[in-house]
């Protein structure tokens, strides 16, 4: 399975006319995983954990202001016991993985899956986000690697951009903000090059920051999936682009 990053967007996602055919085409043109193991931007803990692997898992309702009918959708999964020894597996006995049996599927997961496997019917687990720092978030990826041998979809769930507090026009079809739009096409750029090491510094060295991401948990789940790849510098295969209220919905599949 190749591993991918997707931007999740917020539960109205669900209702959008362009991008709800595009995900789902996405998932329908992929082999079908065994298993999901996705990492998301709104789930940053350290060390490194795993969602509760029971059947029918909770939803996380993570965001606010939204119409009711959203904190009543479930996304009831199969058990993910055998996903999850697998994933544990991988880690040495001196970084055990911790076994988080309470939590949920926050909306970074459950919103793009809902839309790709509306059925439910495949195990998925979710992982922390155990840092920030993109060369760390790449060696997590590659631990991660054997999952793929194992038909598991490694996800992650972000947003190549995402600078809510700077956008003036929260309307889907907004004209892009020249820091979004910098932004992207320099992260796309990057990664054609094969410019790893450019895009983890991308603190430093990319246009639009730091409005692209004032905070930068919705660009780093993109270096877990990165990490996951067999050659991070091979050019990934964009999937999805164009804007979504003026923020880049840029999605890849690696190797």
């Given amino acids: ?9 917020a539960p109205p996602l669900l209702d959008d006319p362009v991008w709800v055919p595009q995900l789902a085409a996405w998932a329908q043109s992929m082999e079908r995983p065994t298993a999901i193991l996705i990492v998301s931007a709104h789930w940053e803990s350290a060390p490194v954990s795993l969602s509760a692997t029971g059947a029918s898992t909770p939803l996380i309702y993570d965001f606010g202001g939204f119409a009711p009918h959203y904190y009543e959708m479930t ?15 991988l880690f040495p006995d001196g970084e055990p993985v911790h076994q988080h049996q309470s939590r949920g599927l926050d909306h970074g997961a459950w919103v793009p899956l809902k839309v790709m496997y509306p059925e439910a019917d495949i195990p998925v687990l ?19 690697r054997p999952l793929r041998d194992h038909g598991v979809l490694i996800i992650g769930s972000g947003f190549l951009t995402h600078g809510l507090p700077f956008l003036r ?13 910098d932004f992207d096409l320099w992260a796309a750029d990057a990664l054609d090059r094969g410019a790893v090491d450019e895009l983890m510094a991308f603190r430093d ?7 692209a991401h004032p905070t930068v948990e919705h660009l780093t789940p993109l270096f877990v999936a ?9 050019t ?20």
Avoid: C
């Fill in 1 to 9: 399975m190749k591993p991918i990053f997707l931007g999740h967007g």
């Fill in 75 to 89: 996304y009831p999964t199969p058990d993910a016991n055998a996903l999850g020894d697998l994933v544990t597996s």
């Fill in 126 to 144: 979710q992982l922390s986000l155990p840092t920030s720092d993109p060369e760390a978030l790449m060696a997590l990826g590659a631990r991660l």
């Fill in 169 to 181: 026009d929260w309307t889907p079809n907004a004209t892009p903000p020249g820091w979004s739009r």
């Fill in 205 to 211: 060295l990319a246009p639009g920051m730091p409005y």
């Fill in 226 to 234: 990165l990490g996951a790849a067999a050659d991070p510098a091979s």
């Fill in 236 to 255: 990934p295969k964009t999937v999805i682009d164009g804007y979504f209220m003026g923020l880049a919905k840029r999605s890849f599949a690696f190797d």
